[in-house]
């Protein structure tokens, strides 16, 4: 059973630098484009960004151009999103997802981690 567990976030203040990461166990998910995407109290879980398995392609949200980056290591089974200039409206529950086709829908994912919480004070 394929797992996909994220860590790395916290409480931080406005202006800072996050990179969270997502790890995959149980299998490599080899091929699987893997996707970032956040929900925060009371909104739909919204699209972040999406790269490829060879990393050759990215895909990211308007809001996060410039500031959010993606990244994976496939040796690791890892892929990570660096935010940086944190703003409060950056405040979420931060997750990542698998599947074999890129997309911004998050229907459109087999797999899911739990998430990691994000909390950015003024």
């Known amino acids: 059973q394929v797992q996909l567990v994220e860590s790395g976030g916290g409480l931080v203040q406005a202006g800072d630098s996050l990179r969270l990461s997502c790890a995959a166990s149980?299998?490599?998910?080899?091929?699987?484009?893997k996707g970032w995407f956040r929900q925060a109290p009371g909104k739909q879980r919204e699209f972040v960004a999406a790269?490829?398995?060879?990393?050759?392609?990215?895909d990211y949200a308007d809001s996060g151009k410039g500031r959010f980056a993606i990244s994976r290591d496939n040796a690791k089974n890892t892929v990570y999103l660096q935010i940086n200039s944190l703003k409060p409206e950056d405040t979420a529950v931060y997750y990542c997802?698998?599947?074999?086709?890129?997309?911004?829908?998050?229907?459109?994912?087999?797999?899911w981690g739990q998430g990691t919480q994000v909390t950015v004070s003024s």
């Open positions: 997802a698998a599947d074999l086709a890129m997309s911004r829908q998050p229907t459109r994912y087999q797999y």
């Open positions: 790269i490829t398995w060879s990393g050759g392609r990215t």
């Open positions: 149980g299998g490599t998910l080899s091929g699987y484009v």
